[in-house]
C-alpha cells in the first residue's frame, strides 16, 4: 500500500477494476472516509454489497505504479421505480495522501464519459455541490429520495430526457440487501 504522494501524477492509470483488486479497493476507501463527518463508515460495505447484488455498473481503479490510490463505483439509480439508464455516481474513494490531486476528478470523468458512451440518460449522486457541480452536476430537489437530504442531492443529465419524479439509490446504499 502507498503511504506517500508519488512524485508524478502523470504516470496514473484508470482502468476497470479487476477481482485481484477488492482488498486494495476496501483498503483504500475505508481509509479515505475514515474521520470524514459525513461519512456513515460503511462506504466499503457498500460497495461490496453493490457487487454481491451484482450491482455495480462499473468499478474504476486509479492506479500508480505502486498500487491502487483510488476507486470509484456506479451503480443503477431507479428513477419513479424504474431503472430507465439512470446511474448512481458513489463512492468515490482516494487515499488521504492523494486526496486534491486530481485522482477523484480524473475517475469521475473517465465514469462519466463511460457511461454516456453507454447511452445512460443520466447520473445522481448526493455529494458536495460545490464539488460536483464542475462536473455537470446540478442541485435537483424535485427528485431527491425521500430518505437523502435535499441541499446535497444532484444530478446529471447525457441527454435532453427528464427524468420522473424521485428516483432512488440500490438497495445496497442502506445496508438492504
Same mark, same amino acid.
Given at each position: 500500500?502507498? @503511504? +506517500?504522494?508519488? %512524485? ?7 482502468? +476497470? &477494476? ?5 482488498? =486494495?479497493?476496501?483498503?483504500? @476507501? ?21 457487487? /454481491?447484488?451484482?450491482?455495480? @455498473?462499473?468499478?474504476?481503479? =486509479?492506479?500508480?505504479?505502486? !498500487?491502487?490510490?483510488?476507486? /470509484? %463505483? ?14 448512481? /455516481? ?9 486526496? !486534491? ?48 437530504? &435535499? ?5 446529471? /443529465?447525457? @441527454? ?5 419524479? =424521485?428516483?432512488?439509490?440500490?438497495? =445496497? ?5
Amino acid at each position: 500500500m502507498i @503511504t +506517500k504522494p508519488a %512524485a508524478n501524477m502523470a504516470s496514473l492509470k484508470i482502468r +476497470k &477494476e479487476e477481482n485481484q483488486d477488492h482488498a =486494495a479497493i476496501r483498503t483504500v @476507501t475505508k481509509l479515505a472516509f475514515r474521520d470524514m463527518p459525513y461519512a456513515g463508515g460503511d462506504e466499503q460495505d457498500v460497495i461490496e454489497r453493490l457487487r /454481491l447484488e451484482k450491482a455495480l @455498473t462499473l468499478s474504476l481503479v =486509479a492506479e500508480l505504479e505502486d !498500487g491502487i490510490i483510488g476507486h /470509484l %463505483a456506479f451503480s443503477p439509480a431507479l428513477s419513479s421505480g424504474r431503472i430507465d439508464q439512470w446511474f448512481a /455516481l458513489g463512492p468515490v474513494s482516494v487515499l488521504p495522501a492523494y486526496q !486534491g490531486q486530481g485522482v477523484g476528478s480524473a475517475l469521475i470523468e473517465a465514469g462519466l464519459s463511460q457511461l454516456k458512451s453507454r447511452s445512460a440518460l443520466g447520473c445522481i449522486l448526493t455529494g458536495n455541490p460545490e464539488y460536483y457541480q464542475r462536473f455537470g452536476f446540478e442541485l435537483s430537489p424535485q427528485h431527491v429520495p425521500s430518505n437523502e437530504a &435535499e441541499a446535497y442531492f444532484m444530478l446529471k /443529465l447525457f @441527454t435532453s430526457v427528464l427524468p420522473n419524479g =424521485a428516483f432512488s439509490f440500490h438497495s =445496497a446504499f442502506y445496508g438492504e440487501c
